[in-house]
């Protein structure tokens, strides 16, 4: 293997490509042209809501945030209720999600820069606050409608066959790609990530840039509910726990370590795919969900002792 | 000088701001629910925290050696499905005896696993047992595919017991305080502190890292496995995905007792304070007449604001000392 330099993104991505292939095999008819946008379209939503969690993880200091799953349901009934079947009102529903989800995301931050609350359980609380405002909001009733124009750019064909969303998720993630490697926060972040020390000596205001990571975090996981509200046309009380740990998992198989200071978007968009792949062709082999859900946790362990190792003590 | 000593304090005894905090959540629980401390009421109360308590103190072992155990809540549901399938009504005391032991053994065996993949293969905790949870998830809905099963109705008596007047659940705690107070003296005990601080500094001073790290795991499905035994005569029956939401709590209870999610440090009886804490929010809430929709909001909140105690405190003192 040492010889052999493959870049964890890049592994995931040839992962994704014989996966889909092997499902062809394995299910005749599993591997066409339909599917393949098919499951690009369902990795976008996964990709989208992983983007924020890939920075925050990026940031270190056992940086991880677990309100992503509850601002995606938060973002999608927030604007499932705003828009109320009005193309008009895409623009306002999205502004105020998004500043929702910053605020949100952002005492995430401040909790753990001015307090000094472990990231995992401040924001494993805040999930459960944001659940709770959902409930306070909504008493239940989840009145609203999506806008027409919303399904027409997010999930039906757009060009080609294939949906918005596709499209959408390139920019996206060259946005992202932008973000990590050509301004002076990328650069700070991955300073912050490999040594908060260092990055303070050498004039990087700390809690500034993790503060600003989980701002950005909770922003784009609203942005992830908006897009998978594009999708799904209703809302649910749980719409967006099932995004929470597959955000991390996308994100460990894309090759970001967990300890924080390295990894791309680009790791955790394979990721994403890998992912949504393997849901989608045990789903498709048709197997008990008691077996699924073995297969899938035997899969994962895999994938994650292939690159998901720490290095060695002697080392 | 003040600060000295009360960080000292504090470092010496994790679980003071717990307790702090237990004192004030049982007295407005008290307040609220006059009569709390009642026998029956009292008993009652420790009997629904016992399961929680004894999955936290396996959390707490693997933390406080640095790693984290997502998957403990999955291994609860399987234990609990293994344990109403094998036990009946009419099961003998040979068979029932049997049948613990093979609950025990099905979570040393998915400790076990767990303890490989994050040791031996250096896998990364918070994810592989993420990974895991989905075994142990799978096992249990294949062997209990829906809710049912009834346990004989001698054991979950002998659930309510109060030996010597004294609740069950208080019982358990202090054996499993003393447990630990006696684990913490040995070498053992030692080396997981070790191992949770600098884990390439006990490597390095011959500390067995990989041995101790494996144990915690392993000593987590035991533990999940005893917390499946207590969920189990609680209920009396059997519900495949019934442990499932216990995870998460479980990791909270352990920070709020006062042990650093960075490991290296913390105890056993703050964690079990910390599940009383949580309790107590609970009754508190239900006590206080908070509207059915506001519940959820409130209970978080609160345990929002309990886990930013020390740092707002920490916080306060400095700007006081700076000023």
Redesign the interface.
Known sequence: MKGLKLSPPLVALLLAIALFFLGGIVRPGFANYSQAINIVRLAAFLGIVSAGQTLVIISGGEGIDLSVGAIVTLGAILVFRIVDGQNSMIIPALAVTLLAGAGIGAINGLGVTLVGIPPLVMTLGMAGVVQGIILVVTQGELIGDPAPLMSTLISKPLIFGIPGVTFIWIVFGGLIWLLLNRTAYGKQLFAVGVNRTTARLSGVRVPWVVVATYTLSGMLAALGGFMVLGFTGSVFLNLGDRYLFPSIAAVVVGGTVLAGGSGSYFGTMSGALVLTLITSLLTALQLPEAFRLMVLGLILLVLLSVYGRERGLRQ | MNTIKLQKLTFRHPYLFALALLVIALGVNFYLQPNLFEQRVLSGNLRIFMPLMILTAGQAIVIMGGG?DISVGTIVSMVNALLVTLITRDSTAAEIILAISLGVGAGILAGALNGI?VSF????P???T?????????????IL?RPGGLMPSELTRLYRANPLGIPLTIWVAAVLILLWVGLRATRYGRYLFAVGGQ??AA?ATGVP?TLVRFSTYVLAGIMSALAALALTLSTGTGDPRIGNDMT?PS??AV?LGGT???GGQGGIAGSLIGVVILGSIRNIISFANVPT?????????I??VA??G???V??IRRRGQSS
């Open positions: 984290i993949c293969l250096r896998l990364q918070i994810i592989t993420y990974a895991t949870s989905f075994i142990f998830a799978g096992i249990a809905l294949w595919p884990a390439e490597y890292v998460l990791v909270v920070v650093r999610l960075s929709w506001w519940q959820t909001f409130v209970d978080a909140s345990i929002i886990l930013a020390p740092g707002l920490r916080l």
